[in-house]
């Protein structure tokens, strides 16, 4: 290699993705041969100029399940010719088979301003949707949204209706730069950078916000969690660039502990949590939800309620930051961070009160009727209880839980893919299509719909697979070094 110049490797690399790729496995044609003489054919090599750069829109990222990257921007999907990826170091697009693609993030693509929706309805699959509640019957509930127009959902398929809920009142998402974050003053160096939308921290150190966190609220975050050392999130501190008062979290492999943290008294534990079979390797989504009044923290790990926890003093954040801290020997990655106020309800939670065969209604002053919710219409629910017929107007009432009788719900299947909306919500579906003029996409839940192409942040492929994708000897692109240098 040493009479090749030092951008050897590069332009190989440019060339290789200049050529027709065969739609099979991700990296199949991508290859450096060190082997090869100094100067390839010209017919083969496509050195990319700045105006072709300039015309390519690199604010996608396409993640494949053995952990490799690849920034672009979509352009379309098909079941049968697969994923069509043009990449700013490509003249020509790549064409991708779906099978070995785990993620797309869809940074290119952005929610309208205002279109946002306090109403949602969440499903017995785990999905939910945000949109406007225009009726329900004894059959089906239709929803108008900005994304998908007029949705038909049968009634079985129902877990809960919110009519009117503030939850979605996001207060930040992030990170996009190191902007506005606040590092330490104690720890070796740079403990956190920022590299492709996360917080990387390895070594001793912290990194705080100060997001005036209302008194409940939700934060959540994607994580990546290695080695043997601790990591801290600490919630409502009275300061972002070290540890104060707070409530702190303490997280590793196995256990989660939640701490009362006081700088004079250091930590008090108010208990632990096994967290061995919740923490994935590769990712997990981390959501911590806090009731200030009641002095209560609930952990929800992939969205399943891990613990809870109860202060019996006096609620000690006076703050409204938020804290990361990691120590020596530990890599952590913290991604797709989401703050919102919380209106009170845990999704994975049993529905409190009423049996089962009926529905429960809780109005906007916290007192509960169940029976049968006949219909919603024209801005009023008609509910058949065992002592009266009521008719309530939307704008009371701040969930329905469904009867759990009379439930059905969606059956998986392998090739489904799961895309997140920007301001909360998720749907299942089988992917049918997708080019700059909408999403197709099917499901039992809603039959066959048109979705608008900046309708979702996020898309997920090969569930299954992911699922199944936690062994410890998995790899990721991202070493212990945190400036993303390779080791090799």
């Given at each position: 290699m040493k009479g090749n110049p030092p951008n050897f490797r590069a332009l190989a690399i440019a060339a290789s993705l200049a050529l027709p790729i065969a739609t099979t496995s991700a990296w199949a044609g991508i290859m450096v041969d060190s082997s090869a003489p100094d100067q390839a054919p010209e017919k083969n090599i496509h050195l990319v100029t700045a105006a072709d750069k300039a015309k390519t829109n690199a604010g996608d990222v396409l993640s494949f399940l053995n952990?490799?990257?690849?920034?672009?921007?979509?352009?379309?999907?098909?079941?049968?010719?697969?994923?069509?990826?043009?990449?700013?170091?490509?003249?020509?697009?790549?064409?991708?088979?779906?099978?070995?693609?785990?993620?797309?993030?869809?940074?290119?693509?952005?929610?309208?301003?205002?279109?946002?929706?306090?109403?949602?309805?969440?499903?017995?699959?785990?999905?939910?949707?945000?949109?406007?509640?225009?009726?329900?019957?004894?059959?089906?509930?239709?929803?108008?949204?900005?994304?998908?127009?007029?949705?038909?959902?049968?009634?079985?398929?129902?877990?809960?209706?919110?009519?009117?809920?503030?939850?979605?009142?996001?207060?930040?998402?992030?990170?996009?730069?190191?902007?506005?974050?606040?590092?330490?003053?104690?720890?070796?160096?740079?403990?956190?950078?920022?590299?492709?939308?996360?917080?990387?921290?390895?070594?001793?150190g912290t990194i705080g916000r100060d997001l005036k966190l209302p008194d409940m609220s939700s934060i959540e975050f994607d994580l990546v969690l290695r080695g043997n050392g601790q990591f801290q999130v600490g919630i409502y501190s009275d300061r972002a660039n070290e540890l104060g008062n707070c409530y702190m979290l303490d997280m590793n492999s196995g256990f989660a502990v939640m701490n009362r943290f006081s700088r004079n008294i250091g930590s008090n534990p108010l208990g632990n949590a096994q967290v061995q079979t919740a923490l994935r390797r590769d990712q997990s989504h981390i959501q911590l939800l806090t009731n200030k009044d009641k002095k209560s923290i609930w952990l929800v790990v992939d969205e399943k309620l891990v613990k809870e926890w109860d202060d019996p003093a006096e609620f000690i954040g006076d703050g409204g930051s938020i804290l990361f801290s990691c120590q020596p020997g530990i890599y952590v990655k913290i991604s797709n961070i989401k703050v919102s106020r919380w209106d009170g309800r845990i999704d994975n939670a049993p529905a409190p009160g009423g049996p089962l065969d009926q529905d429960s209604v809780q109005l906007a002053n916290k007192d509960r009727v169940s029976g049968n919710l006949e219909s919603i219409q024209d801005g009023n629910a008609k509910l058949s209880s065992a002592y009266a017929e009521l008719t309530i107007p939307v704008g009371r009432i701040n969930e329905v839980d469904m009867a759990v009788a009379h439930s059905d719900q969606a059956k998986p299947a392998p090739s489904d893919v799961r895309a997140y909306f920007p301001g909360g919500g998720i749907v299942t579906m089988q992917l049918t299509h997708w080019d700059a003029k909408g999403c197709i996409g099917s499901s039992p839940n809603f039959g066959q719909a048109t979705f608008s192409p900046d309708a979702f942040e996020r898309i997920l492929f090969n569930l299954p697979a992911q699922q199944q994708n936690q062994s410890p000897d998995d790899s990721d692109t991202d070493s212990l070094d945190p400036s993303g240098a390779s080791s090799n």
């Open positions: 952990k490799d990257q690849l920034h672009g921007s979509l352009l379309d999907i098909d079941p049968n010719s697969g994923l069509h990826w043009q990449s700013p170091e490509a003249h020509d697009p790549i064409f991708f088979s779906t099978g070995q693609i785990a993620q797309i993030k869809l940074d290119s693509h952005k929610t309208p301003a205002g279109l946002g929706s306090a109403q949602r309805v969440s499903l017995t699959n785990g999905d939910e949707f945000p949109g406007h509640i225009v009726s329900l019957d004894d059959k089906t509930l239709v929803l108008d949204t900005w994304y998908a127009g007029r949705l038909s959902i049968p009634r079985p398929m129902l877990r809960t209706i919110i009519p009117q809920s503030d939850a979605d009142a996001v207060i930040y998402e992030g990170p996009a730069s190191l902007d506005g974050w606040a590092i330490g003053r104690v720890g070796v160096g740079r403990s956190w950078t920022f590299r492709d939308g996360a917080l990387i921290g390895s070594g001793y």
